[in-house]
């Protein structure tokens, strides 16, 4: 078994704060604990049921079903990512206008996974779809960049640093490769649709939301 671990970008220096990109792992910390408590009665009246935002029910769950997640490898997951990815776009970007890409980029795999199972009432969770318009923006911007990386097989691991194309290219790869493996299942599991929509709308709206200065890159070891 083998895979890898983004730790974030070693090219640049933040100009800014990280703030957004703290607050949204907080807020999901925070609704995952709420999840812990309130149970599956929690989950189901905030997460996005296909069947009833088709129907014109619920559809604000369109955005709270961002920061809902299945477990703690789900959740630890997709924070891994975020920081991973996000302090940079958000660098990038200012802080207002990330949150506002983000929040979109949700919205926009979230809405891709109802349409493709409208009468689906097996619940779509998670901030997947909204990290990866992170990394679809992040691909565009800083293709370049070093992503320290943990790459392990099996009991060998090795930290490294790979050019963010290939790190988020293969990634996305496994997307689309898994999408392909489950189209026609109906039984739950990863959302992959809502991670290829998410991150072609970060491919494609990246320009409109990264300002003219993006920060510069550091030297690094």
Do not use: C
């Amino acid at each position: 078994m083998g895979g890898f671990i983004p730790l974030g970008d070693v090219s640049r220096r933040h100009r800014r704060s990280s703030f957004v990109t703290l607050l949204l792992i907080a807020a999901n910390a925070v609704v995952f604990f709420e999840e812990l408590t309130g149970g599956d009665r929690f989950l189901m009246h905030w997460a996005a049921i296909p069947m009833f935002i088709t129907h014109g029910r619920h559809t604000i769950t369109l955005l709270t079903a961002m920061f809902l997640h299945a477990g703690w490898l789900h959740i630890i997951g997709n924070m891994v990512y975020l920081w991973a990815f996000g302090p940079e776009m958000e660098d990038a970007m200012g802080s207002p206008s990330f949150l506002l890409f983000y929040l979109l980029g949700g919205l926009v795999a979230m809405m891709a996974q109802v349409a493709a199972t409208p009468f689906s009432r097996i619940p779509v969770i998670g901030a997947s779809g909204a990290i990866a318009a992170v990394m679809g923006a992040f691909i565009v911007t800083f293709p370049r960049d070093r992503i320290r990386t943990v790459l392990f097989l099996l009991i060998f691991i090795r930290v490294t640093y790979i050019p963010a194309v290939f790190v988020i290219g293969f990634w996305f790869l496994l997307q689309i490769f898994n999408l392909g493996a489950v189209t026609s299942r109906h039984s739950g599991g990863v959302a992959y649709l809502a991670h290829v929509a998410g991150f072609v709308f970060g491919l494609a709206s990246a320009r409109l939301f990264v300002k003219k200065d993006p920060p510069m890159p550091a030297y690094w070891n």
